[in-house]
C-alpha cells in the first residue's frame, strides 16, 4: 500500500507578513523563499519552500502538504482515499506554483483544514543556498519531513480514525494527563513510513483555532538555547520553558507566534524503526521542565 513519506511543508494562515517575515528570519531563523502581495514562503533547507503563508486573518492552519516518493504511489494513495469515499480535488495551477511542488490533490480533514499530497518538491540551484541569518546549524528535515503539527480536533475519535485508517499514519503512541483537577488531554501521536517519533499529533480541546503548535527540529543542541535566548530578549511570551518530553525524547521550548499560536523548537527527538517499537501510553507530556507561563 501506498505510504505517506514525510510532512513536507505546512500552509498558515496569518494577519502580519511583515510580522512574521521578521519573526521567521530572526528568531527562528528561517530564510525569506518569495514574497509578493499577501503571500510568502519560508525555507528551511534546500527546498524552495517549507512554509506558505496567505494574509488572510484567520491566524490558524490552512495545509498539512504531506509528501510522496513517486507519481505511482500518489496515485495509487488518491484512488484509495477515494475508494474510501474521501472527497479529493487535484490543486489548480497556480497553487502549485505557489507551493513550488510537481502534481498535487487536496482533502479536507474533519477539523477543517487541508491536507495536500503531492511529489516533487523544488529545490533551489546551488548558488540560492538556504542561509540563516542566526543559526549555528541547520534544521533537521531530509527524508523525515519539517518536523511536526498539533492541530486540536473537534471529535478525537472521529480524528483518530480519519488520520490512522483515511490516512494511513502510524500511531507512535499516546498520552493521557490531566493537566488540572477534572480536567484530562488526551493526545494520540502519528508517524509516516520514515519514522520522525510524530509528524503530527491531535487532542480534543474545546478552543477557537484548530493549530496548538507547529515543532522545528534544529541539528545541533545549541541552536535549541540559543533561539530560547533570541525569544526573551525579544520579549515574546514563552508558553513552556526548556524541558523534556518523555515520549519523543526531544528536548525543547515553546513560545507564541505573531498569530497567536505557538511554536516549539527541539533537538534530539527520536526515529522510530517499526521493527523494535512498541506503542504506549505515558501518563504526563513531559518528565521534566516545560514549566507553563499562562498569558496575563
Not at 483515511?166 to 520514515?194: C, K, W
Request: charged share 25%; with cysteine; net charge negative.
Amino acid at each position: 500500500m501506498a505510504e505517506i513519506k514525510c510532512l513536507s511543508y505546512i500552509g498558515l494562515g496569518v494577519s502580519n507578513l511583515d510580522a512574521w517575515q521578521d519573526f521567521a528570519e530572526n528568531i527562528i531563523g528561517l530564510q525569506l523563499g518569495r514574497r509578493e502581495a499577501g503571500f510568502m514562503t519560508l525555507r528551511m533547507d534546500e527546498h524552495l519552500q517549507r512554509f506558505f503563508l496567505e494574509e488572510d486573518g484567520t491566524d490558524d492552519l490552512l495545509a498539512a502538504g504531506w509528501e510522496f516518493g513517486t507519481e505511482a504511489e500518489l496515485e495509487s494513495y488518491v484512488a484509495r482515499l477515494e475508494q474510501r469515499g474521501i472527497s479529493v480535488r487535484p490543486l489548480g495551477s497556480d497553487e502549485l506554483a505557489k507551493r513550488h511542488i510537481g502534481k498535487a490533490y487536496s482533502c479536507i480533514d474533519p477539523s477543517g483544514f487541508a491536507h495536500e499530497f503531492f511529489v516533487d518538491h523544488q529545490v533551489a540551484e546551488l548558488k540560492n543556498a538556504f542561509r540563516s541569518k542566526v543559526l549555528k546549524g541547520s534544521f533537521l528535515t531530509g527524508d523525515l519531513g519539517i518536523g511536526h503539527i498539533l492541530p486540536f480536533c473537534r471529535d478525537r475519535e472521529q480524528t483518530v480514525s480519519f488520520y490512522r485508517d483515511d490516512l494511513g499514519l502510524r500511531i507512535s503512541d499516546y498520552i493521557t494527563e490531566e493537566v488540572q483537577p477534572g480536567m484530562v488531554v488526551n493526545a494520540t501521536f502519528f508517524h509516516t513510513r520514515t519514522g520522525r517519533h510524530h509528524s503530527i499529533a491531535t487532542a480534543q480541546a474545546p478552543v477557537p483555532r484548530v493549530l496548538n503548535h507547529f515543532m522545528l527540529e534544529f541539528v545541533d543542541m545549541d541552536d535549541v538555547g540559543l533561539a530560547y535566548d533570541r525569544v526573551v530578549e525579544a520579549g515574546i511570551h514563552v508558553a513552556l520553558e526548556l524541558g523534556h518530553h518523555p515520549n519523543d525524547r526531544a528536548f525543547s521550548f515553546y513560545a507564541q507566534t505573531p498569530s497567536g499560536f505557538n511554536f516549539e523548537l527541539g533537538w534530539g527527538g527520536i526515529v522510530i524503526d517499526e521493527e523494535r517499537w512498541d506503542i504506549k501510553t505515558y501518563t504526563e507530556m513531559s518528565d521534566w521542565g516545560h514549566r507553563r507561563n499562562p498569558l496575563n
